[in-house]
């Protein structure tokens, strides 16, 4: 496997020639223009001196202006595509030096409300986990990679998606490519409004297809040759005004079918471009090492009609029908019959296609989350894929680390039979809300097919429930403790539901009311969820809480952080030890931030 770092510089150097070379020539090209231009003028002033051989002469330089004018269009557009290239690479190498946050996507709109983890691990949002795993370049993808994280897969699923991700992890110039189809620029149609737009029912009977098509096409001619009469002849302009009256009252009167077919696919036609390149990029894929890949590779063909090109051709008729708008040829559209002509070629794709476009575009939503988690494996070479087995609940991660945080001291989770809670006590600050987290994301990632933070991790397939990120709502009349309650009553829902099994991760349970009464709560909350067969974690400031799991026998244990006072400084190492904590630091914070005077 290559080193991310060293291929992605070398990449990046090899962009950036390109543009510093190509700059070169946007110059050279400049000045041949210029030159050209000064020699084509100075030959029209010559041949204006009654000199028509010299006239004559000056349509060769200009000629050649215009052609230069094709070549240096092509020199920008090449000059883009590297632009955009060595932008790929130099955000690709600010992941690795951790430089990221703030350029990713966020999408807070995908998690419904009440999602029993999202907020709680920071999946979406500026610093999030979505925002550093996402290139999807269509909504479909990040649709796709949200659903990925906000729902947990069974074992066979994710052996799919792992198998997947390991067969793209190299594949740097398929990203590459992925990336720059269309621009800088992401495909933000919402795919359920395509789907919907395919398979919505005739808006024009296709009986009546040939029928028109001919009518347009004899109306249409009839308007070409009673114009050319009109201009070269005798004739007049009365048949032409007859012909333009005609397909007038036929235009009228197919108005509301052709008006709402074209207003249906004017709106997304940049997003036509980029699904249309990256449904023909894909397609041209080889699909060897997984079997995903295979079925989503046939999932992009209908019948001998590839999707990409069957989209490439969609927006080629928009294309056509978009002419009609310009000032210069709307006269002669209107003539041609321009619009119905493009309205039918629309329709007769869409009863033709679009049964198959929610098959194609779920493809290449699954396709581009299997890339986005391929680009976050290939960066992070030594995570390892988990193992994912059936039988549980189990989750056991040896030298977890959070995936979002640079520097994160490794600790090492087991849960199953018989230990079925950990009890997790010690000082503010000390990393035990972090814990929870760490534990948490890499579930996440794990069930979602991703690799791991970890040196190795075994799970089953598990339903996470937290309550790391509990607020109180005004708005709602909610305080936070009654927020707390109706998220533990959500946890115990799922955990009697065990589809799959749930890990619970409850941070300072009950925290907002006394210690008699969180003793009581928390107790009766552990045991049931323990009963109902759910696994997890559990942190706390009350000792006494904390001494209370002994009631469970094997199914619980204490676990803390601890801390130490050096030279009037609070000092974390973040490793969890066995026990409970030895002491609490809150006073010792106070006196250090200045609250409190210092001891004497």
């Known amino acids: 496997m290559s080193d991310p770092r060293s291929e992605y510089q070398r990449r990046l150097a090899a962009r950036q020639a390109v543009v510093d070379r190509v700059d070169g020539q946007i110059r050279r090209i400049s000045d041949w223009r210029l030159g050209v231009f000064v020699v084509f003028l100075v030959l029209l002033g010559f041949g204006l001196a009654d000199r028509p051989a010299v006239l004559a002469a000056s349509f060769a330089p200009l000629f050649g202006f215009f052609a230069l004018v094709v070549v240096h269009e092509g020199a920008y557009r090449r000059r883009a595509r590297a632009e955009l290239a060595a932008l790929h690479y130099r955000r690709a190498l600010r992941r690795l030096d951790d430089d990221w946050r703030g350029e990713g996507v966020q999408h807070r709109e995908f998690v419904p409300p009440d999602h029993p983890y ?44 792992q198998e997947a991700v390991l067969a793209l992890r190299e594949r740097l110039d398929l990203r590459e490519d992925l990336a720059l189809l269309g621009g800088d620029v992401r495909a933000a149609v919402a795919p359920e409004a395509l789907v919907a737009w395919g398979s919505a029912p005739p808006r024009i009977d296709p009986t009546r297809f040939v029928p028109l098509r001919l009518l347009a096409s004899a109306l249409a001619l009839a308007g070409v040759v009673t114009a050319v009469l009109a201009f070269a002849s005798d004739v007049g302009f009365v048949p032409l005004l007859v012909v333009a009256v005609i397909e007038g009252v036929v235009m009228r009167a197919l108005r509301p079918s052709t008006a709402a077919i074209v207003a249906a696919v004017e709106g997304p036609r940049r997003d036509l471009d980029v699904i249309a390149q990256l449904l023909g990029r894909v397609e041209r894929e080889p699909t060897a090492g997984s079997r995903r890949l295979a079925e989503l590779a046939a999932e992009l063909r209908t019948g001998e009609v590839a999707g990409g090109a069957a989209i490439a051709g969609l927006a080629r008729a928009v294309d056509w029908l978009e002419t009609r708008k310009s000032g210069l040829f709307a006269p002669i559209a209107f003539l041609l019959m321009w619009e119905l002509h493009g309205a039918l070629a629309v329709e007769r794709w869409r009863q033709t296609h679009g049964p198959a476009i929610s098959r194609w575009l779920a493809a290449l939503g699954q396709l581009e989350a299997l890339a986005s988690l391929a680009t976050y494996a290939y960066e992070r070479p030594d995570d390892p894929m988990p193992a994912v087995v059936a039988a549980g609940p189990r989750v056991a991660g040896e030298a977890l680390r959070h995936p979002l945080l640079r520097a994160c001291v490794p600790n090492s989770v087991a849960l199953g039979d018989p230990l079925r809670v950990m009890m997790v006590s010690g000082s503010n600050m000390s990393g035990k809300s972090t814990l929870l987290r760490t534990l948490g994301i890499n579930v996440v990632l794990a069930l979602a097919g991703a690799p791991v933070s970890a040196r190795s991790m075994t799970l089953s397939p598990l339903q996470i429930g937290a309550t790391l990120r509990i607020e109180d709502s005004l708005q709602n009349a909610r305080s936070r403790f009654y927020s707390e309650l109706r998220r533990l009553l959500q946890l115990r829902d799922l955990a009697r539901a065990a589809a799959p099994p749930l890990l619970f991760l409850l941070d300072e349970i009950f925290h907002g009311t006394n210690s008699h009464d969180r003793k009581i709560g928390a107790e009766a909350v552990l045991r049931a969820l323990i009963e109902e067969g759910a696994i997890g974690l559990c942190t706390t400031h009350d000792l006494a809480l904390a001494e209370a799991v002994a009631d469970l026998g094997p199914r619980a244990c204490n676990v803390h952080f601890a801390d130490e006072v050096v030279d009037g400084n609070l000092v974390f190492d973040y490793r969890m030890r066995p026990g409970l904590v030895g002491r609490s630091n809150a006073i010792a914070l106070m006196r250090a931030i200045g609250l409190l005077p210092a001891s004497g």
């Open 118 to 161: 999202a907020a709680d691990l920071d999946l979406f949002g500026p610093a999030s986990l979505f925002a550093l795993l996402c290139t999807a370049r269509t909504r479909g993808g990040e649709a796709t990679l949200a659903r990925w994280l906000l729902q947990p897969a069974a074992v066979e699923e994710v052996a799919a998606r």
